[in-house]
């Protein structure tokens, strides 16, 4: 799944595919490079981001689902909003990408499942504004399984195909660095749910952590194409921003794979 921010004030891209050619073109490149899916996102969710009016919303997002699915690509809405992802699937959307997985929107459950779409549902404790102030947890790995567990059990309550149903540990979101790596060490005990899982470590602070960045460097990149190949067996899909090294790695892991059989 390559990440398409539609924003001016992403913490990866900065505002560089704001426009609606250049998220257009953008989305194109990441196909070309090897996405299966490209994730549209019109509204930030980095730590401390506001929130965005829903018509501005709209305007970021909808020509670019447009040009992205008339062209055949298998397109996914980043959004909270219900109305977003109403007007996305309408637009050629076939997947529902919500951080809140259902919590910021009461809407968002039952218009995923009267949209027949597939709903990635993350673990979240809050807004960006608040979610700093959420991160404690007795047991980490316990407590994202129970509470995930929760919002699935309300999305198929609300009418969503479980079969349509797709987990997400929520990486970056209310977690520290510690909390992000027992995660990824354990997504068996998600797994179990009897969901398929996503994951989203590109690009995350705990990266930059981990090579010595303080912004979003280039080099946290080949953390996230590293991590994403050794964990590309287990999960439905990893997403990521640079779609072209993430492909060379999962090819590099395949072809050492032939090699030894």
């Known amino acids: 799944m390559g990440v398409l ?10 505002g560089r595919y704001f426009t609606t ?20 996102g019109g ?13 501005e919303e709209l305007r970021r997002i909808l020509p670019v689902v447009t ?24 637009a050629g959307a076939s997947i529902v990408n919500d951080v809140s997985g259902g919590l910021a929107d009461a809407r968002m459950a039952a218009t995923v499942a009267e949209l027949g779409a597939t709903f990635v549902i993350s673990h979240w404790r809050g807004h960006s504004a608040v979610m700093e102030d959420r991160v404690h947890y007795d047991d980490v790995v316990a407590d994202v399984v129970r509470e995930i567990e929760a919002q699935t059990s309300a999305a ?17 979101f209310a977690k520290r660095g510690p ?15 009897g969901f398929p899982v996503m994951i989203g470590v590109s690009r995350k602070r705990f990266l930059g952590e981990l090579v ?11 953390p996230t194409a590293v991590l994403s190949a050794l964990l590309a067996d287990d999960v439905w899909a990893v997403r990521v921003h640079d779609v072209a090294a993430t492909r060379v790695a999962l090819d590099a892991l395949s072809a050492l794979r032939r090699s030894r059989s």
């Open 5 to 14: 921010n539609v924003t001016p004030d992403s913490f990866s891209d900065g």
């Open 43 to 55: 509204e930030s969710t980095r730590p401390g981001a506001t929130r965005v009016a829903l018509d």
């Open 67 to 90: 040009a992205l699915a008339g062209d055949g690509t298998t397109v996914s809405i980043d959004t909270m909003n219900a109305a977003t992802a109403r007007a996305a699937v309408a």
């Open 212 to 222: 010595g960045d303080e912004g979003v460097a280039p080099t946290r990149d080949l």
């Open 21 to 40: 050619a250049d998220a257009i073109a953008h989305g194109r490149e990441l196909v070309a490079e090897g996405a299966d899916i490209v994730d549209v």
């Open 156 to 172: 198929v309550a609300a009418g969503v195909e479980p079969a349509r149903v797709v987990v997400d540990p929520g990486l970056g």
């Open 179 to 193: 909390h992000n790596w027992t995660l990824l060490a354990h997504l068996d005990a998600l797994a179990a749910l």
